[in-house]
């Protein structure tokens, strides 16, 4: 099993920055994709962005140019740099992790229990 952890939301003003990490923790084969997805209040959860294992990355048009993800597999960690907030970015911001827990197994999926960003305007 995975367990991730996030850590780094809180407040801050339009405009402002956070950085968010998250934390792979415990017994698996392999990590691969790692994304952050968010959910705001009423809507579902999206997909904020993703990394591979490579470090290749896409982003949600929204975020193109303010949010960095960015990964360290030696930590099994990912982050997210996001810059020039702004009010719609608020959300509950969760982590996404993909592993194996041998190379002839399945993939699973793992969720972080989400952090809380507020952008004030």
């Known amino acids: 099993q995975v367990q991730l952890v996030e850590s780094g939301g809180g407040l801050v003003q339009a405009g402002g920055s956070l950085r968010l990490s998250c934390a792979a923790s415990g017994s698996f084969f392999s990590i691969g994709d790692m994304g952050w997805y968010r959910q705001a209040p009423g809507k579902q959860r999206d997909l904020v962005a993703r990394?591979?294992?490579?470090?290749?990355?896409n982003y949600v048009d929204s975020v193109k140019g303010r949010f960095t993800i960015s990964r360290d597999n030696a930590k099994n960690t990912i982050y997210l740099q996001m810059n020039s907030l702004k009010p719609d970015d608020t959300a509950v911001y969760y982590c996404n992790a993909q592993w194996r827990d041998a190379p002839w197994r399945p993939i699973y999926d793992s969720w972080g229990q989400g952090t809380q960003v507020t952008v004030s305007s």
């Open positions: 990394i591979t294992y490579g470090a290749t990355t």
